[in-house]
């Protein structure tokens, strides 16, 4: 092998490895390490977004509504980079990074999905966001996820039928 061909492969592993981790990778993992120790996570770029005050209104709705164990995540477009591009790549990698039984939202980039990996039947707790989307949606994302908590809440409690 020529000392040229050396120094190019050397020159390319030095570059690989002190390129920096892909931004959406943070955003994701960011979002998954914050939600282990709490179920709602705002990052401070997400446009939607919601106020501290919004976020804490969902940590007690979650509560107080038979909906927990759920997690949601609010995130820049940026994360949808993440494995795939798209919000249901995001959801699938948070349930996985978390790797926790629950309901998952996300709204990335004001993209709203969500998923279960738990005691709803299978593609319920997406047809319940776009239930919530479209009764809640031109009142706010707060609003919207809100109406999302309650419904799986209800699915939970198995008062669901009677809501809707």
């Known amino acids: ?37 709490d179920p709602v996570y705002v990052h401070p770029d997400a446009e939607p977004t919601l106020t501290d005050a919004e976020a804490d209104a969902l940590r007690d709705r979650i509560r107080e509504s038979g909906a927990a164990p759920t997690f949601i995540a609010v995130l820049p477009a940026e994360a949808a980079g993440q494995e795939g591009g798209g919000p249901e790549d995001v959801l699938r990698a948070l349930a996985r990074a978390i790797d926790r039984p629950g309901a998952y939202a996300v709204v990335v980039g004001g993209r709203f999905r969500a998923g279960s990996s738990t005691d709803l039947p299978s593609g319920l707790a997406g047809d319940l966001a776009t239930e919530a989307f479209e009764e809640r949606r031109d009142e706010g994302l707060a609003a919207t996820l809100e109406e999302w908590v309650d419904l799986v809440g209800q699915a939970r409690t198995g008062t669901l039928e009677e809501a809707t």
């Open 1 to 37: 092998m020529s000392l040229r061909r050396v120094a190019s492969i050397v020159a390319v592993a030095a570059l690989l490895a002190t390129a920096p981790a892909a931004h959406a990778g943070e955003l994701v993992d960011s979002a998954a390490a914050a939600l282990r120790i």
